[in-house]
């Protein structure tokens, strides 16, 4: 089942200097439990797209959807609404450096009218989804990047979300590191049942975890497919 489209998106910048034509013409659709990847070189539009998927930006023509609801009508109000059924990891974690890993867990929750027992039932959970027994109360500074990006996780999934972008998400990381983030978020696709889009300029990190993948090139998408079909022909 069909869980984001985007049909015939444009994204155009007006700089100083003229129009950036960051997208041209995608269309995308991305389905309920899938882990889907977005590769491209830098200046691709990788995160244009992500950030008009987060809600971040509108496009400047075309039409997002997210389940029923198409996102270029909604008021404000509603997309911020939208946005919380939204969680989203970062290459430098974004993290909340004089907030302790549970109080970073805790911040989308503050949003929310949520009791405090079952808030902290939540925060305990997500720590052991994540793997962070025991590092409750150390703070970003003292954690090494894969325990940040754990944070991480545990924050965007803090609230449910329907979907987890991921942008350029193991790109700080190590190879070990890296694979050991892959290996989270594939178990938590696995089962939640959760979306994943994840965006990258590294071909390893699509055939590791992805089931699809779209390749952007200037703004359009120049090939999409399975991944086993996309990388098989020379
Ligand atoms: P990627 O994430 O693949 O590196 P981006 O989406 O960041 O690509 O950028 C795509 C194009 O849009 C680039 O030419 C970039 O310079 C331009 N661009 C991105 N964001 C803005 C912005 N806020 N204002 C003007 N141009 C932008
Ligand atoms: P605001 O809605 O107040 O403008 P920002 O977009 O500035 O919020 O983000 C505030 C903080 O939340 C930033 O540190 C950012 O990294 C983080 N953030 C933004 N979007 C998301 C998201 N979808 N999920 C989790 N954290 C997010």
């Known amino acids: 089942k ?24 995608v269309s995308l659709e991305i389905n309920e439990g899938e882990i889907f990847g977005i590769i491209g070189y830098s200046g691709a539009g990788k995160s244009t797209l992500i950030r008009l998927i987060n809600l971040l930006e509108k496009p400047t023509s075309g039409t997002i959807s997210i389940g029923d609801r198409q996102l270029t009508d909604l008021s404000d109000r509603q997309l911020r609404e939208e946005r919380r059924t939204i969680g989203m990891i970062f290459q430098h974690f974004n993290l909340l450096w004089s907030r302790t ?44 990047g894969g325990q940040k990006q754990r944070v991480g996780i545990a924050r965007a999934l803090a609230n449910n979300p329907r979907v987890l972008l991921c942008d350029e998400a193991t790109s700080a990381l190590d190879p070990k590191t890296t694979d050991s983030i892959l290996s989270l978020l594939l178990e938590i696709n696995k089962s939640l049942g959760l979306t994943i889009v994840l965006i990258t300029h590294e071909m390893s990190v699509i055939q590791k975890i992805c089931s699809k993948v779209a390749v952007l090139d200037k703004g359009k998408i120049v090939e999409e497919g399975a991944v086993n079909d996309v990388f098989a022909h020379p």
Do not use: C, W
């Not at 009791?115 to 954690?143: C, F, H, N, T």
């Open 101 to 144: 890993v549970a109080e970073n867990i805790a911040f989308p929750l503050e949003l929310t009218k949520i009791k405090k027992k079952q808030k902290e039932k939540r925060i305990a959970d997500l720590i052991r989804m994540v793997g962070l027994e025991g590092k409750e109360s150390a703070y970003p500074s003292q954690l090494s």
């Open 2 to 25: 069909e869980l984001i489209q985007l049909k015939n998106v444009e994204k155009i910048y007006q700089t100083e200097n003229g129009s950036v034509h960051a997208l041209n013409d």
